[in-house]
């Protein structure tokens, strides 16, 4: 019986010292309105320590919630690699623009901007870019490499999981045309908003890029062809195939990698203390 | 000098002390009629009735058993955390991992399949199933890897390549290897025979569980390229990757923790 209770016990222990989530609604000024974020920190959260950030975005259709419910055990990675992770909701098929035709969209403003400075100001974070990375699956890995390229002097890590990666081509079916308008009025977003085409402009600010795509996936020409694009203009990144779907199997294993990625970067670029 | 040598190498180990344990072993090879030296890095938890999963780690042409630590000391750490043993074999200075058809000297698919492996598993506590059983391996180890995981499937159910050589046959004239299967002239038919990506038309490896890489300046991709394309058109499962990276010992200590990332997935599943 004493051997029960001990181990309850060390049990409980463990219990408090794993990672613990937050779920909250976070004022973006730009839509007037509040985005409802998942933030997950690590078990030493408490003990006086700074941490960097992962903001892990998700799919089309999806919410903030998916990324811990599909893939419960990332709060172990938060612990593993001592990091907050950040999961803001998407407006189901934000795509994580500034919506040229719709004024109550601005996702790329409050992922991009809004959404990180809360966080520094709200938790302990590394407030620095060397310390912030993000990163996402399809519609979510678009946006990684989206924000990733135009706010660099915000992130110096970017990278995708099965990327959506050339929106140009997504004329139906994921409301892209419900963010960017009419294909030929506004062919201008359409196409240098592709993520596939963002990348031309390579930013002043160093940007450390791993995008993975599994060889079943749908979307695997478009990763392939940024693959190819990136090699032709020499941006530095990690490009992985392998065996895999458009599905949450996938991400569950993808993620462990993308986020060892993110790992050794943070502990490349930020001293420890 | 042999002093400071053996200075720095206690350093090493010892430094580790709190993570794991590392034995250097000799195992005795009768093929070869010699005895070998092996690292054995074993987590601190390591217990006698508690048996975990083995990753053989080869070294690369010119180096020797202590590559690996000394390169990419994070595998130790790594080790731990994946519950695993660590075995860094020598593979002599330019083996290629092969049982040599013109030398009878040379007999390392041998040594790490009937004699190193039989070796670990009754000397330690292992999981015998080759499920937990991985092989992996950098440059020359990293065709020695591949090469002898699909020679022999009931052994190992995982392999790995760091920018291996998985095609010998654009260097006939590099390394040694016309000193083990002969002359490209002379013998054409065992460059053809014994290159891992021909390997893949005569053995089904869909099986078995593949991961390789390779730096986009080495001298290795693009024979990489070729066998991830030839392993994309058989429709046989893999892990590929490339990314920045040149041969050298920055680019094996990056790659390698994915690496073990990746078997420690496989080793789970069971």
Same mark, same amino acid.
């Given at each position: ?9 060390? !049990? ?11 779920? &909250?609604?976070?004022?973006?000024? #730009?839509? $007037? ?17 700074? !941490? ?13 919630? %998916?990324?811990?419910?599909?893939? +419960? ?14 999961? +803001? ?21 409050? /992922? ?29 890995? $678009? ?14 890590? *970017?990278? #995708? ?23 030929? /009025? ?10 596939? =085409?963002?990348?031309? @402009?390579?930013?002043?600010? #160093? ?21 190819? @694009? ?15 779907? $458009? ?5 569950? =294993?993808?993620?462990? !990698?993308?986020?060892?990625?993110? %790992? ?10 | 000098?042999? @002093?400071?040598?053996?200075? *720095? ?41 508690? +048996? ?6 080869? $070294? ?22 994946? =519950? ?18 013109? %030398? ?14 039989? !070796? ?27 090469? &002898? ?13 760091? *920018? ?8 006939? =004239? ?18 053809? @025979? ?11 490896? #869909? ?6 890489? *390779? ?28 990314? +920045?990276? %040149? ?24």
């Amino acid at each position: 019986m004493k051997q029960v209770v001990f181990s309850l016990f060390l !049990f409980f222990v463990f219990r408090l010292s794993a990672a613990t989530i937050d779920t &909250i609604a976070i004022p973006s000024a #730009s839509m $007037h309105r509040t985005i409802k974020t998942v933030v997950i920190k690590p078990n030493t959260y408490t003990d006086g320590k700074q !941490f960097p950030v992962v903001y892990l975005l998700h799919g089309a259709f999806g919410s903030y919630s %998916n990324w811990i419910l599909k893939v +419960p055990h990332i709060k172990q990675l938060a612990d593993d690699f001592q990091m907050m992770i950040v999961c +803001p909701d998407g407006a189901r098929t934000s795509w994580y623009f500034d919506s040229p035709i719709d004024s109550s969209f601005k996702f790329e403003t409050f /992922v991009g901007t809004e959404l990180p400075k809360y966080i520094d100001a709200n938790y302990k974070t590394i407030a620095n870019r060397k310390a912030r990375a993000i990163t996402g699956l399809s519609m979510g890995g $678009h946006g990684g490499i989206f924000i990733g390229f135009r706010h660099a002097d915000t992130f110096s890590g *970017c990278g #995708s999981m099965s990327g959506a990666l050339h929106v140009t081509v997504i004329t139906r079916g994921y409301e892209v045309e419900k963010r960017l308008g009419d294909t030929g /009025v506004n062919k201008q977003y359409w196409n240098d908003w592709s993520a596939l =085409n963002v990348i031309e @402009k390579k930013p002043s600010d #160093s940007l450390s890029i791993i995008i993975d795509c599994g060889t079943e996936d749908r979307v695997m020409p478009m990763n392939r062809a940024i693959h190819e @694009k990136m090699l032709k203009l020499n941006i530095a990144h990690d490009y992985t195939e392998r065996p895999g779907n $458009h599905d949450w199997r996938y991400w569950e =294993n993808a993620i462990d !990698f993308q986020l060892m990625y993110f %790992n050794k970067l943070f502990k490349k670029q930020v001293a420890q203390p | 000098m042999m @002093k400071k040598i053996a200075f *720095c190498l206690l350093f090493i180990i010892g430094s580790f002390h709190a993570i794991a344990s590392i034995d250097t072993v000799l195992v005795y090879s009768k093929s070869m009629n010699k005895s070998i030296k092996a690292l054995v890095i074993k987590p601190d938890t390591y217990a006698k009735n508690n +048996p975990i999963p083995v990753v053989y780690l080869l $070294h690369g042409h010119g180096a020797n058993y202590m590559q690996w630590l000394n390169n990419a000391p994070s595998i130790v750490q790594q080790g731990k955390e994946m =519950n695993s043993i660590l075995v860094l074999p020598d593979g002599g200075l330019n083996s290629w991992y092969f049982d040599s058809p013109i %030398n009878s000297t040379v007999r390392y698919e041998s040594f790490i399949v009937k004699e190193l492996v039989p !070796f670990i598993d009754s000397a330690y506590a292992t999981k015998t199933n080759k499920n937990f059983r991985a092989i992996a391996g950098l440059s020359m180890g990293g065709h020695g890897a591949f090469y &002898i995981a699909m020679r022999n499937q009931s052994v190992f159910g995982s392999a790995g390549s760091i *920018c291996g050589g998985l095609d010998i046959r654009p260097f006939p =004239n590099n390394w040694q290897i016309n000193q083990l299967i002969g002359s490209i002239q002379e013998f054409p038919e065992n460059w053809e @025979k014994y290159t891992v990506i021909n390997l893949i038309d005569s053995i089904d490896v #869909s099986k078995l569980n593949l991961i390789f890489d *390779c730096g986009l300046s080495d001298f290795f991709l693009n024979v990489n390229r070729a066998m991830h394309q030839k392993l994309l058109s058989k429709k046989i499962p893999h892990d590929y990757t490339e990314r +920045p990276g %040149n041969h050298n010992a920055a680019y094996w200590g990056n790659s390698i923790n994915y690496q073990l990332l990746y078997f420690q997935h496989q080793f789970s599943k069971n």
